[in-house]
């Protein structure tokens, strides 16, 4: 039992007020704010079943503020929920340039019987926990013999700053289900317990990432302040990742393995205010 993450980074110089539109074909009941909402980036090439009934697009409104990627996609998600739509692709895209400071998006929208099956992220809760079936990738037992499952978690943040004020910093930690993966014989409860610590130890960093910036006030005007910081707790998840594997033996020692998910769930704990 291995894990794998990463770490991503945009950053955004000036942001602006979007003007949301859309345009719906059929009537169906609105979702709940806790419904899940999947959305497929541009570059996805997933065939699609389900009812595609309406476009949603979140464009340029002049220099104000709100409208980093991060921020469209949730305006895109409030949209589609709003419609009664659970699938997002987003069939266009254009980042911020001479014309416009706003990331500009455009997505079909769709109802679909099940759409977790076309996740390719999910972002960390409380309430989702990781199921076999988000691991939906090819496993490279070449690279990695003897291996039963490998979970590919990230942290990253992005930055938008306006003509006006000062800009937020948003962060984020979220599993990519084609990165991870598993074998046929470790598909039972105690791997997958394992592999969901990997996942939240992620978490635990990310919220210590928010409180680390909250407490040195670092906005997006001190970009070089948020990414010292950045790399600073990145280097201490990695380092608590191999700890987690190695203390654990991926899993196999079985005292030690619920002796880190009662640390991690005083973790988690410990950070609760900042999870958000």
């Known amino acids: 039992m291995k894990k794998k993450f990463f770490y991503f980074l945009f950053v955004i110089f000036i942001t602006c007020s979007p003007k949301l539109k859309s345009k719906i074909d059929k009537n169906y ?13 541009i570059h996805d090439g997933q065939a699609i079943t389900g009812d595609h009934f ?4 979140a464009k340029d409104g002049g220099l104000a503020v709100n409208c980093t990627y991060y921020e469209n996609i949730l305006n895109l998600k409030n949209m589609a929920r709003a419609a009664g739509a659970n699938l997002i692709k987003i069939t266009q895209y254009k980042t911020p340039d001479n014309w416009s400071t ?25 309430n989702r926990k990781l199921t076999w079936d988000d691991f939906k990738g090819e496993p490279d037992v070449i690279n990695n ?32 289900t084609h990165e991870s993966w598993v074998v046929s014989n470790g598909r039972n409860d105690y791997v997958l317990r394992h592999e969901q610590i990997h996942f ?20 997006s005007e001190n970009l070089v302040r948020a990414k010292a910081i950045f790399d600073k707790v990145f280097n201490e998840l990695n380092e608590r990742q191999n ?8 899993g196999d020692k079985k005292e ?21």
């Open 29 to 41: 009941p609105p979702l709940s704010e806790d419904e899940l909402v999947v959305v497929l980036d």
């Open 54 to 57: 309406g476009v949603v697009q």
């Open 102 to 126: 706003c990331h500009r998006l455009r997505g079909t929208i769709y109802k679909v019987a099940n759409p977790k099956i076309y996740e390719t992220e999910i972002e960390w809760s409380a």
């Open 145 to 176: 013999p003897n291996t039963l499952a490998l979970t590919c978690s990230s942290f990253g943040y992005e930055s938008g700053i306006n003509l006006f004020k000062e800009g937020q910093i948003f962060v984020q930690s979220v599993f990519s």
């Open 200 to 219: 939240d130890i992620t978490e635990i960093y990310t919220r210590k990432l928010r409180k680390e910036l909250i407490d040195a006030k670092v906005t």
């Open 243 to 250: 700890r987690y594997d190695n203390e654990t033996k991926y």
């Open 256 to 276: 030690t393995q619920e002796h880190w998910e009662a640390i991690v769930e005083i973790e988690l704990a410990k950070y609760d205010l900042y999870k958000k």
